[in-house]
């Protein structure tokens, strides 16, 4: 199994970094067209929210994937950037939607729903956590902070992964499987970063 993950992972090397985003973004595009032809339902602005903030969710552990996957031979290091970038961008296009579609820049809802409506809070925390991370996914960055404080900053993803995942839990309205399924495979990818056998 090693060996196939290692073989493949060989393989996966050769594709550029331009692939991932352009199949990462295909969602985007189709949501999109969607739209534009009517098809996401009587209430498009919120079917809109809430498929680019899913998409979010599903991109940032996707990410946090990456690690796991290398201790069992699939090495796919090289795109975890692209990979945490694409996933930043549904979730400020998922903030994005909220404040200018679903609200029109109504700013004191959006202060009101900013204090108190928790799941809201927990939304913007989890936005507030991939900003810096994103403003600092390029190589400048990792040599003016160095390597190791770099490393220490990025370790916001798992808090940001799991104010998203709570967001999306306390969102909900009853006991859908979906955002319990997200809030588990979290669970499971932290276990087996910091309780697997490290390199």
Do not use: C
Request: proline share 5%; aromatic share 10%.
């Amino acid at each position: 199994m090693t060996a196939l993950a290692a073989r493949l992972g060989g393989e996966l090397r050769r594709v550029p970094i331009w692939v991932i985003w352009a199949l990462g973004l295909l969602p985007l595009a189709w949501l999109i067209v969607r739209a534009g032809a009517g098809g996401l339902g009587v209430d498009p602005v919120k079917a809109l929210e809430h498929q680019l903030g899913k998409l979010g969710l599903q991109f940032l552990l996707l990410g946090l994937a990456i690690t796991p996957l290398r201790r069992l031979g699939l090495n796919l290091i090289r795109f975890r950037r692209a990979v945490g970038l694409i996933a930043f961008t549904y979730v400020l296009l998922h903030v994005a939607v909220w404040v200018f579609l679903d609200l029109q820049l109504r700013w004191s809802e959006i202060a009101a729903d900013l204090t108190k409506r928790p799941y809201i809070i927990l939304g913007m925390m989890g936005l507030t956590m991939l900003i810096p991370l994103a403003a600092t996914s390029n190589d400048l960055s990792v040599r003016k902070m160095g390597a190791q404080r770099w490393r220490v900053l990025h370790r916001l993803t798992y808090g940001a992964a799991l104010a998203g995942i709570l967001h999306y839990v306390w969102l909900v309205k009853g006991w859908p499987a979906e955002p319990f399924i997200y809030l588990a495979v979290f669970g499971g990818l932290m276990a087996l970063r910091f309780l697997g056998p490290r390199r």
